[in-house]
């Protein structure tokens, strides 16, 4: 649970910082924020294994991981 909280607070977060670096002109903060949703789909390949390990699919968190870093 915490971690879905966490990936959800991260999300905000990045999308916070893209949108005000964008309005100002700041594309250092642009690119923290689009670290800052990086974080978050790490948080979302955990999130997955989790997931996948309480429904007896230990390997859901490669595929996750795997489109995670053909996507991103």
Avoid: C, N, Q
């Amino acid at each position: 649970m915490f971690i879905a909280i966490s990936m959800m607070l991260s999300w905000f977060i990045a999308w916070y910082e893209i949108s005000t670096g964008k309005k100002r002109g700041h594309p250092s903060i642009v690119a923290d924020g689009k670290e800052t949703l990086s974080d978050s789909f790490v948080e979302l390949t955990v999130l997955g294994g989790i997931v996948g390990i309480a429904m007896g699919l230990p390997y859901l968190d490669y595929i996750i991981g795997i489109a995670v870093s053909v996507i991103y």
